[in-house]
């Protein structure tokens, strides 16, 4: 067999585990336990996008940052019935919309989708911005089945860790370990 035909078998094998791989459609979305004390669920996601994949907007819920939403991510916050504004943090790397305004209901779930957009402009810097909009459950459920909740790891009791005021990305005991070194 020639160099070149093993070099195409190779070459289209290859290709078939990739496309094998990335059709893997199952969906890492799992629904906030419900709790009516605590409030009603809003699910903030961004689709995976190569637009501004490296950019993780800052999340603003009623003037409180809240957390970074990156690309292809979900999480959830609860919030009590009533007036709200969600909004994104803009930043000198880009623009945002304002923040939208939703009147929470109890026991309602509610799906904002992060959009984002890089407009290329030949005489200036390009133009990346972020929006949110608010979705209706089905086409939410359909698009957030495609990301991963990246919040705070649930706890193993019944008791749920909620995405409240935390502020837990940076340090972490946990990352300091040595993982080579020996329990003793």
């Known amino acids: 067999m020639s160099l070149s035909k093993l070099l195409q078998r190779f070459t289209f094998l290859i290709a078939v585990l990739i496309i094998a791989g990335c059709s893997n459609n199952e969906s890492t979305f799992?629904?906030?336990?419900?709790?009516?004390?605590?409030?009603?669920?809003?699910?903030?996601?961004?689709?995976?996008?190569?637009?501004?994949?490296?950019?993780?907007?800052?999340?603003?819920?009623?003037?409180?940052?809240?957390?970074?939403?990156?690309?292809?991510?979900?999480?959830?916050?609860?919030?009590?019935?009533?007036?709200?504004?969600?909004?994104?943090?803009?930043?000198?790397?880009?623009?945002?919309?304002?923040?939208?305004?939703?009147?929470?209901?109890?026991?309602?779930?509610?799906?904002?989708?992060?959009?984002?957009?890089?407009k290329f402009e030949p005489e200036k810097m390009n133009t990346r911005k972020f929006w949110i909009d608010v979705v209706a459950e089905k086409e939410a459920l359909t698009e957030i089945g495609n990301t991963e909740y990246s919040g705070p790891k649930l706890q193993q009791s019944t008791e749920v860790q909620t995405d409240g005021n935390e502020h837990n990305e940076g340090f972490s005991v946990d990352k300091t370990q040595d993982p080579f070194a020996g329990k003793y």
């Open 30 to 118: 799992v629904a906030a336990p419900q709790d009516a004390d605590w409030g009603s669920v809003i699910y903030i996601y961004r689709p995976s996008s190569s637009t501004n994949f490296m950019m993780s907007p800052k999340v603003v819920i009623d003037d409180n940052e809240k957390f970074k939403i990156g690309s292809g991510d979900y999480r959830y916050v609860y919030l009590q019935s009533g007036k709200h504004t969600v909004g994104l943090n803009p930043t000198d790397q880009y623009i945002t919309d304002a923040a939208v305004t939703i009147i929470v209901e109890a026991d309602k779930n509610y799906y904002l989708r992060v959009n984002t957009l890089l």
